[in-house]
């Protein structure tokens, strides 16, 4: 059986429930895993990078299944805010390249870049209609401190940097002090996205089953087994793709190795043309802010605003309701001119860290023929799907076309184990004082 950190609420109908993406595009239906089945590869995890590796190793000609635990789009993939920008780690370049070296660093930043033209280059292949927008994405300084280092980073970016006086003719109005524009990015709708690469990867011959945890996940001579209620899936090669919601047992080697951490998000009705002017907001351009404990938010197409932040410490009904309304409090503080704008749609996921701050994509050391790609801090839809790709050149023993730093192939334990949670209070309270 699964043995995950939060209690059973965070991984239930509660924190999904009222997404607004659900009501964008129908969930398709695919079939329960039922009896023995063998393939070539075995995947377990139904979102951006289960279904990238899915669609690039049955593109490359292998027999793979995919085992999600629930039903399309059920978990972060299908319920994040759509961001699809450079990002994955939470180390910064200058701790990374003492770490790890330039050479290393620069390599893992071409990845993060490449990740984003891979979802470009997806969507473009099989005609995904994912309601894109947004050219590149825009940081605000949330203080003068921050401003002066989105000023310094412009200097030796290449970003624009936007002064304070020049935000509001932009249609970033707001309490902001400065923004820097990186060109590389946009939006989507991350669940419009998922099914697009889900039907493209049965087009190519993958197998999706739905409602089929893997309950158990075990290697016996050259294969590996995944037990699932309703029968047993086995390979030679197998992924572990699950993320934030992953299990501590789904292989034992994952114990203490990730920690999964709560996003929450809201979505107003449709804001008039004259409705923006008042707050000064009309871009188009999807946004967050200079806090460690950042916001992060977006016009969409259709007029609706999507907000969202870090999630609560704890998960149950009530405190899923505390987190909810202290990110409508959030939202009106920035955005006060829009206190009457009703939230509509209100929701919550799992993000997954790791404790090297950078994500994990590769074989499981002393695993044959066991990989795995999870840890994306937030930032799984470019990381995810690159991540699976990566991983399908692995499988295929390819060395990778793409660029792939020694940065990723580690991932250490937390201390406290199970426990570990215990260390995210004194966390977020220290990035709070620091904001």
Not at 169 to 174: I, K, L, Q, S, T
Request: with cysteine.
């Amino acid at each position: 059986m699964m043995r995950r950190i939060f209690g059973d609420y965070a991984y239930g109908a509660g924190p999904r429930r009222n997404c607004w993406w659900d009501e964008t595009c129908p969930t398709p239906i695919w079939p329960e895993l039922q009896g023995a089945q063998s393939v070539d590869v075995a995947i377990i995890g139904g979102g951006f990078t289960g279904l990238s590796a899915a669609l690039h190793l049955a593109e490359a000609g292998l027999s793979v299944a995919v085992l999600e635990a629930e039903t399309p789009g059920w978990g972060a993939s299908g319920r994040n805010g759509g961001f699809c920008c450079l990002g994955g780690a939470k180390l910064g370049p200058r701790a990374m390249a003492r770490l790890h070296g330039s050479r290393e660093t620069q390599l893992y930043q071409a990845s993060e870049e490449a990740a984003v033209h891979l979802v470009e280059q997806l969507i473009a292949r099989h005609g995904i209609s994912a309601d894109t927008h947004s050219e590149g994405e825009t940081v605000m300084a949330h203080s003068a401190k921050a401003r002066k280092t989105l000023m310094m980073e412009a200097k030796t970016s290449g970003a624009t940097f936007i002064d304070a006086p020049d935000l509001a003719e932009r249609g970033f109005g707001g309490n902001f002090h400065g923004a820097l524009t990186t060109p590389v990015g946009f939006a989507l709708n991350p669940r419009k996205y998922l099914f697009g690469l889900a039907r493209a990867a049965q087009a190519a011959g993958a197998l999706l089953f739905q409602n089929s945890p893997a309950l158990e996940v075990t290697q016996h001579g050259s294969h590996w087994h995944a037990v699932c209620p309703g029968g047993r899936l086995s390979a030679p090669q197998m992924i572990i793709a699950t993320n934030g919601y992953s299990s501590e047992n789904l292989p034992e080697w994952l114990a203490g190795r990730y920690m999964p951490t709560q996003s929450t998000v809201m979505v107003t009705r449709p804001i008039t043309a004259e409705e923006q002017a008042t707050q000064g907001w009309n871009t188009a351009q999807m946004a967050y802010d200079t806090r460690h404990m950042l916001h992060y938010f977006r016009l969409m197409p259709d007029g609706r605003f999507l907000f969202g932040m870090r999630g609560g410490l704890m998960s149950s009904p009530r405190s899923e309701a505390e987190i909810r309304s202290l990110l409508r409090r959030h939202f009106e503080r920035l955005f006060p001119a829009w206190s009457h704008i009703e939230t509509t749609h209100s929701w919550s996921g799992m993000v997954c860290l790791s404790r090297n701050l950078v994500p994990f994509v590769g074989p499981v050391p002393e695993h044959k023929g066991l990989f795995a790609g999870l840890c994306y801090h937030g930032n799984g839809v470019a990381m995810g799907s690159y991540s699976g790709a990566l991983l399908a050149q692995l499988v295929e023993g390819r060395t990778p076309e793409m660029p792939y730093s020694k940065v990723m192939q580690r991932m250490p334990r937390f201390p406290l184990g199970r426990a570990r949670r215990l260390l995210m209070p004194p966390a977020y309270g220290l990035l709070s004082l620091l904001d």
